[in-house]
Nanobody, 124 residues
Framework: QVELVESGGGLVQAGDSLTLSCAAS????????FGWFRQAPGKEREFIAA????????NSVDSMKGRFNISQDDAKNMVFLQLSNLKPEDTAVYYC?????????????????WGQGNQVTVSS
């Protein structure tokens, strides 16, 4: 059973940086792709970035590419999302997701496994 456990969210001020972590367990992940999504109150879930475990695929929404960066630690089965220059409109629940495929996508429906979500609140 694949499990994703997220950590690192919290309350920050505008302009601050934050790193979210996602620890994966329950399988070998060399054929998996991982993504980060977020969902603000009253809005649909929004794609942020994704990467395959082989490192061969990388997708990122252009509007976030300069501020949000995805990375991974193969040895520890962990995926990270570095958030910088945070803005109040970045306030949302952030989710880590995994799919059993070499290919990362930007579509939430493609991911079979999800973390519990991690609240990030940015005050002005």
């Amino acid at each position: 059973q694949v499990e994703l456990v997220e950590s690192g969210g919290g309350l920050v001020q505008a302009g601050d940086s934050l790193t979210l972590s996602c620890a994966a367990s329950g399988d070998t992940f060399k054929k998996y792709a991982f993504g980060w999504f977020r969902q603000a109150p009253g809005k649909e879930r929004e794609f942020i970035a994704a990467v395959s475990w082989s490192g061969g695929n990388y997708n990122s929404v252009d509007s976030m590419k300069g501020r949000f960066n995805i990375s991974q630690d193969d040895a520890k089965n962990m995926v990270f999302l570095q958030l910088s220059n945070l803005k109040p409109e970045d306030t949302a629940v952030y989710y880590c997701a995994a799919r059993n495929s070499y290919y990362a996508t930007e579509y939430a429906k493609d991911y079979e496994y999800w973390g519990q979500g991690n609240q990030v609140t940015v005050s002005s």
